[in-house]
């Protein structure tokens, strides 16, 4: 078996589990037919950078399943006696936007049952320790936004809130829980917050040496990246600079992470100009406010965040020839929800 063949089989092996039972299997004819839309002499140092990259940062159903199992009977979050903590939480379901939580809640119903014969629904809140679930946090604005809603309506006037997720980033966490404490203090609520999560991702400007995230060291000599990056005025992008090597868990070498930040930054320059008018958010690297976009190489088995490179999700293997959807092929394609699809209708 050649190389690529290995690497092709070995990816395809990776994200076998991806929105299982909505799309068929991934196999390696699907990671090839993304992988040929770039040059071909890149093609297989993005391909080895991908799977070292993915067996780090793809979470499964499966690891998902047994990071919850673990938090529910853990001493450290529920106590001596984790069923009775159970029994006593709240867990909050509200969420304004998306699936995640749901879907997340569900798995926590599963091991509840399992580990305490405890259905969800006999989860009282009696106790006054509250717990927001959901997969992974980003920039922490939706966490921040359902919960600021709750803390000013519902919450009551003293609880603790575990907010836990599968990943976070560093940066995303610390605002998010700095706006959570500000908005409790401005109702005149005591409410604590405290974080539980598989993993951690560097991704704070002041460390983006060791950064965790694509975060480009130098940028490639492409006009239609140029007129990109003269259009952004309000925050101009700062590069990377490389540190002595290991500086990052989560890549293979700083000549594999370049690879992938400059391949995966032209195609997703190239994807925005498919849209005479993308939206602001809509970033080469991911949806963010700033930069080259947000840059998260973390896709769990229920969806790709679009946080995520755009040259990973964006797109649709079933539109009509002549829909811009069809111009690019997907590694993985994205389930949207509601307005979000607005977000990046590229149909103009």
């Known amino acids: 078996m050649t190389e690529r063949a290995q690497l092709l089989s070995s990816l395809a092996t990776t994200i076998a589990d991806y929105r299982a039972g909505e799309l068929q299997t991934p196999t390696p004819d699907h990671v090839d037919r993304w992988v040929r839309q770039f040059a071909d002499e890149a093609q297989q140092p993005i391909l080895r950078e991908l799977d070292h990259v993915l067996k780090k940062t793809y979470f499964t159903r499966r690891f998902v399943q047994e990071f919850i199992d673990e938090l529910v009977r853990t ?63 980003f920039s922490g604005s939706r966490i921040g936004n359902d919960l600021t809603t709750w803390i000013s309506g519902d919450a009551p006037q003293e609880a603790k809130v575990h907010i836990i997720v599968i990943a976070a980033h560093k940066l995303g ?18 409410i604590d917050f405290e974080f539980w999560r598989a993993i951690s991702f560097e991704n704070r400007k002041k460390y983006r040496a060791a950064s965790e995230v694509l975060w480009p060291a130098s940028l490639p000599d492409d006009d239609q990246l140029k007129a990109y990056m003269a259009m952004e005025e309000k ?23 370049q690879t992938l930040e400059r391949e995966l930054l032209l195609a997703g320059v190239k994807i925005r100009g498919f849209s005479q008018n993308p939206s602001r958010w809509v970033r080469p690297l991911g949806f963010s406010a700033y930069g080259l976009g947000f840059g998260s190489p973390v896709v769990t088995f229920r969806n790709c965040p679009n946080n995520c490179p755009l040259a990973l999700w964006w797109g649709d293997p079933d539109a009509s020839a002549s829909s811009p959807l069809s111009r690019w092929y997907p590694l993985f394609p994205r389930k949207t929800y509601g307005k979000e699809a607005g977000w990046y209708d590229f149909s103009s």
Request: proline share 4%.
């Open 75 to 137: 001493e450290e979050l529920a106590g001596s006696d984790p069923c009775e903590f159970w029994r006593g939480a709240g867990l909050l379901e509200i969420q304004k936007n998306g699936q995640s939580q749901a879907e997340m809640l569900e798995l926590l119903g599963d091991s509840l049952l399992k580990h305490c014969g405890l259905a969800r629904t006999a989860c009282t809140g009696g106790s006054g320790q509250y717990v927001y679930l959901d997969d992974v946090l």
């Open 173 to 190: 966490q610390w605002q998010c829980i700095e706006r959570l404490r500000k908005e409790a203090e401005k109702v005149g609520k005591k």
């Open 235 to 257: 925050f101009p992008f700062e590069l990377r600079r490389p540190a002595a090597w290991p500086a990052s868990t989560v890549f293979s070498s700083e000549q594999g992470r």
